[in-house]
């Protein structure tokens, strides 16, 4: 296997596996080379290299045979990397005897800041890539709040929302601001579950004093997807100290979590009051704003690496109201889009949309149909529905049609010569006038912004 096929799967695990697990188990994998059909991988420590055989190894075996054949086995060869480290968490590492085991403490003084076993920071997550809209403004302005640094107003900030909603996101802008602001801080960004085995891994190699020496050094403790701990009691028991601990030398704890604390089962009860004696925040699904302001701000970005790259009118709005799950679906979607529209040389237009982004417009294919489009936008007009599908073109009847017409375009897979057979028979490009008719006065028109996006959420309901 050669250097560029094991970034390609490396690539590939990263968009499929989830930050988290991806930095914690594969990122540390260095890659030297094959020979006699073993393909060798450097990892930095005994552990890793059983966690990641255990519980990795026949799936990368099989991605790897997949790009070459002749790959019959892996092995890992513990090889220890000296590094240019923080004095403290050197101390710590040489105890431990695992320099490269225990969490990265980030420090802008660290050389190479982003070590193997910790959370590296993910470079896009920053404040200035982070869209702000309605469902997020919450969460935003308390890490936003946190991310000053100064004295600690509520603690922990506990950050929870589904999947894709931006967590991670806030708790590395968060990290990267205090960074730049205060560079002497030990921020300290881990997921529950690295929390997890670097404390085991310290019980089993009776380091326990080194583990809480380096919790309690840190002046901002991060930790994501804290639901992971629930059940987990000794890991509990010990989160709970290394919290209050820090807590009462006033350092700031930030905690994501899929859920509220209250929602988290198997959490004892002293965990989930500690958990909720601060801030608790949830970022809301995305709405249509939201997921519009998103697309904009990438596909800016995109334009930037694909320069002439056109994208038609109305393409980022389908997508916005198409794509409702989670926010890395919908940027999967548009990376997917810019790199296939430039690999065929052609402009994002809607059929190439269609055609690129089928399996990801299936799933996320609502069952609205056109009848439903039309009753609800009558109801909502007071109107017939003979007159809504009529002939009349006085604008009581009009202006609904076309707000109809534009929402069985976005809100359904039908074509516009489909749509306009069910408005009374139609052409297609009166269908098309009306559906861009309702883009700009979206825009413009207030009253009527606000009429489609309470019919779009009472269509989605
Ligand atoms: N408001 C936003 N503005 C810009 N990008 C966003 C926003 N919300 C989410 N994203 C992007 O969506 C992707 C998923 O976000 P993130 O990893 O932070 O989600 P998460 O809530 O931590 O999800 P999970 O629970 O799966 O870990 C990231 O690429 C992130 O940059």
């Given at each position: 296997m050669t250097q560029d096929q094991w970034g390609s799967i490396r690539n590939e695990l990263h968009q499929t596996m989830g930050a988290n697990s991806f930095q914690s188990w594969i990122e540390p994998l260095i890659y030297v080379g094959t020979d006699g059909g073993i393909a060798r991988f450097n990892v930095p420590t005994n552990f890793l290299g059983n966690y990641v055989s255990q519980n990795y190894g026949d799936m990368l075996l099989s991605k790897i045979t997949r790009m070459?054949?002749?790959?019959r086995r892996i092995v890992f060869d513990t090889v220890t990397v000296s590094q240019d480290a923080p004095a403290q968490r050197k101390e710590a590492a040489d105890a431990t005897g695992a320099p490269l085991a225990v969490p990265q403490v980030h420090t802008?003084?660290?050389?190479?800041?982003?070590?193997?076993n910790g959370s590296p920071l993910d470079k896009r997550f920053t404040f200035d890539t982070f869209v702000v809209g309605k469902p997020n403004e919450l969460a935003h302005a308390a890490a936003r709040r946190v991310a000053e640094g100064g004295p600690v107003t509520f603690n922990p900030l506990f950050l929870y929302g589904g999947v894709g909603l931006g967590k991670t996101h806030l708790m590395h802008a968060i990290a990267w601001e205090l960074r730049t602001r205060h560079p002497h801080l030990n921020v300290l960004n881990l997921s529950a579950e690295q929390f997890m085995y670097r404390f085991v891994q310290a019980l089993r190699d009776r380091k326990m004093m080194d583990f809480k020496e380096l919790f309690r050094s840190v002046d901002v403790l991060m930790v994501d997807d804290?639901?992971?701990?629930?059940?987990?009691d000794s890991t509990q028991e010990e989160f709970f100290h290394t919290f209050n601990a820090l807590v009462d030398q006033h350092k700031q704890i930030i905690i994501s979590a899929d859920r509220a604390p209250d929602e988290i089962?198997?959490?004892e009860n002293r965990i989930r009051s500690r958990l909720q004696s601060g801030l608790v925040v949830d970022l809301h699904p995305t709405d249509y704003e939201l997921r519009l302001g998103i697309l904009q701000s990438k596909s800016e970005m995109y334009s930037r690496m694909y320069p002439g790259l056109e994208v038609e009118r109305g393409i980022l709005e389908f997508l916005a109201a198409r794509i409702v799950s989670n926010v890395r679906i919908l940027e999967g979607a548009l990376t997917r889009l810019f790199a296939f529209a430039s690999l065929v040389g052609k402009p994002i237009s809607m059929d190439l949309t269609q055609e690129c982004l089928t399996d990801i417009l299936r799933v996320s294919?609502?069952?609205?149909?056109i009848e439903e489009i039309q009753r609800k936008v009558a109801d909502h007009y007071l109107i017939r529905h003979s007159d809504l599908v009529g002939p009349k073109r006085v604008r009581t009847f009009a202006r609904p049609r076309q707000i109809a017409m534009y929402l069985c375009k976005q809100l359904t897979t039908r074509s516009l010569p489909e749509i306009g057979r069910h408005f009374?028979?139609?052409?297609h490009t009166t269908v098309m006038h009306g559906v861009r008719r309702i883009e700009e006065l979206r825009k413009q028109d207030a009253q009527i912004a606000e009429d489609v996006e309470l019919l779009r959420r009472s269509l989605e309901a």
């Open positions: 070459n054949p002749s790959v802008k003084s660290s050389a190479k800041p982003d070590s193997l804290v639901q992971f701990i629930a059940g987990k089962k198997d959490l294919e609502r069952k609205v149909s009374g028979g139609r052409d």
